[in-house]
């Protein structure tokens, strides 16, 4: 029996275990919602594309599943840019279904038209147009194959107008069989051997954990490597999570913002075991003084993340799961008192902590860093927690202490604001359960607000924490650090009351202004099965500390 | 440093695109370029010549694997392979000087394909010497035009990428 194109798309969506898409409608994918009206995938409507991306991005990374969203042409498509680069900066598996105006008007400016995969193509893994609906089934599968597979990434699939309301036979292939696309897996056990008698030569090793082990899901076989080797452990933004955060050996983050012994470690480590991280310029600073003394072996299963930024001595080019069993099967026979063996390496990286650890002053003003540290408290860690983008996003990387995976949804990477919002959405709608929160800027915040409807249509209880400054406080706080506080333009002096505008669409506002009311505020927040704004009227001119500034080495830290 | 890279790509709309994007995108340059099809129509091929540093040859060989419609890439550098490209040259022909074109059109093995009773247009291959040298040598004749293929490459021995 003949389907059309849009039975096709549904049920192969359906195939591949999607229950949940995010989008958006319009006039050229108006076949699809029809027949989504009685389909059993669950749809949520956004209001904005850019969001169904950020939360197809957020159901994705906080549920390790693929996520999908649907948007019509032109605009539609257009909207989806900045989210499709995010995921595709944080190698998130994410499938975007984009409207496309009829073959035949392909190239004509068509009403609604843009050359959608012409523009997403450099952030994109991949990108199909589909021109025949026989070749859709084939198309959904290898999509969803290459974005969850290798490094994962966004794949975008264009769907003509025709294409949907055309028919064909639907078979939908069982496994897909790409002579050009064949991820390489499994760690080559020449490089593991050498890798692993260079940890145990080691005398001060350091592994430097980032979003790969979580994509991995290698978090457990990071856990018992690092832990049976007493080896400490600093995580990327993006790693954050894959080791518990609170775990003696655990250094915090690293990097610009990272903790000064973590720092510190990398700049006298003699062993630098990267693992699923990339040396982005946030963390390596100035790269000639990143790890100077270290040989590196280097773990990841994307070649061209390797010896890219950085030259490494032993790349290891695998899945970090596979490759760290691997080693950790290497290491079982190996019975020495490693507890003894790293205690000078360990007590040196105690002395970094104690003498710089993480600290603010609670005054009469409200702290930002006091809100995040009093979410971790409360929630006990146990929440899956977004974020914006700035200030807010390194508070609450260096407070709260995540301890498990797929619970810090952040654009690391591309750095986008508007981003924790609907990600936020999205974690709420695969983990229905759990608390989720938002823990935004007043910014930030503003640029997907409008999402407050999707959550107050679908009863979503997301949580937004506002650490509301009054600033864009990531750049106020380098343009008083770097340019004579001359704050150009980084003044928000006219933002919305976010307790009314709660309240207009149908959530909850909560605002503290002094610091004993945060805990209330925070505890009542998480008792209410709404959507909740909390409004933390915080010190204007906090700076998040300690800052490695752009083009220092990693030791030269501004600690104030 | 030149490399010559030869990659196998599946023969379909975009592809010439995400590899031109790569290049673009990361600021590296193309020096030539040549596309074709090969044996199985399904399989283009290319031959790129590119320049830089070894470790931007490792970028771009890496990331030319990463594409999903890339089969294989060898960067032929350092290895034995053959290269060749192919030239039209349209020269100005005086009484005086067309013996002499001839002359040296023969010399490099070219063959004339058009005449005018003001020009003639070469067709010779070679690889970037030989072209260099013939184009040097009918420079004084006064050069109208000149259309170069860009490089195709094959590696010696009995063995096929």
Known sequence: MKKTGAQILLESLQLEGVDTIFGFPGGSVIGIYDALFNSPIRHILVRHEQAAVHAADGYARSSGRIGVCLVTSGPGATNTVTGIATAYMDSIPVVVLTGQVSTGLIGNDAFQEADIMGITRPCTKHSYLVKDVKELARTIKEAFY????????????DLPKDVIADSAEFNYPESVN?????????????????A??????????????GGGVISSNASEELTTFARTLSIPVTATL???????????????????????R??????????????????DDRVTGKIDGFAPNAKIIHIDIDPTSISKNIRVHIPIVGDAKDVLKKINKLIQEEKEDWKSIRREWLDQILQWKNAYLLAYEQKDVIKPQYVVEKIYEITKGDAIISTEVGQNQMWTAQYYHFTKPRTLLTSGGLGTMGYGFPAAIGAQIAFPEKTVIDIAGDGSIQMNIQELATVAQYNLPVKIAILNNRYLG?????????????????????????????EAYGAVGLRATKPEEVVPTIEKALSISKAVIMDFVVEQEEDVYPMVPVGAPLKEMLLV | MSHTISALVLNQPGVLARVAGLFSGRGFNIESLCVAETLDPSISRMTIVTRGNDQVIEQITKQLNKLVDII???????????????MLIKVTSESSSRAEILRITDIFRGKIVDVTPKSYTIEVSGDENKIRAIIDLLKPMGIKEVVR??????SRGSKGI
């Not at chain 1, 692993?196 to 954990?209: D, E, S, T, V």
């Not at chain 1, 954050?240 to 000064?260: A, E, K, N, Q, W």
């Not at chain 1, 973590?262 to 040396?279: E, H, K, Q, S």
């Not at chain 1, 750049?475 to 928000?492: A, D, E, I, M, P």
Request: net charge positive; proline share 4%; with cysteine.
């Open chain 1, 196 to 209: 692993f008698k260079l940890i145990l030569k080691a005398n001060r090793p350091l592994i430097y954990a």
């Open chain 1, 178 to 194: 790409m002579q050009s696309y064949n991820p390489t897996y499994r760690g080559h056990r020449g490089q593991i051997q050498k």
């Open chain 1, 262 to 279: 973590a720092n510190m470690a990398v700049t006298n480590c003699d062993l630098l075991i990267a693992v699923g991280a990339r040396f």
């Open chain 1, 238 to 260: 993006m790693g954050l999570g894959c080791f518990p955060g609170v775990d003696d050996l655990s250094l915090g983050m690293l990097g610009m913002h990272g903790t000064y």
């Open chain 2, 149 to 154: 293929t860009g490089k195709v490459a094959i």
């Open chain 2, 72 to 86: 294989k890439v060898v960067d032929f550098f350092g290895s034995e392979y053959v290269d060749r490209e192919m």
């Open chain 1, 474 to 502: 990531m750049v106020r706080q380098w343009q008083g650090l770097f340019h004579n506080k001359r704050y150009s333009h980084t003044s928000l002096e006219v933002s919305p009351d976010f307790v009314k505008l709660a």
């Open chain 1, 146 to 157: 290459i974005a969850g597979t290798g490094r994962p990434g966004p794949v975008l699939v």
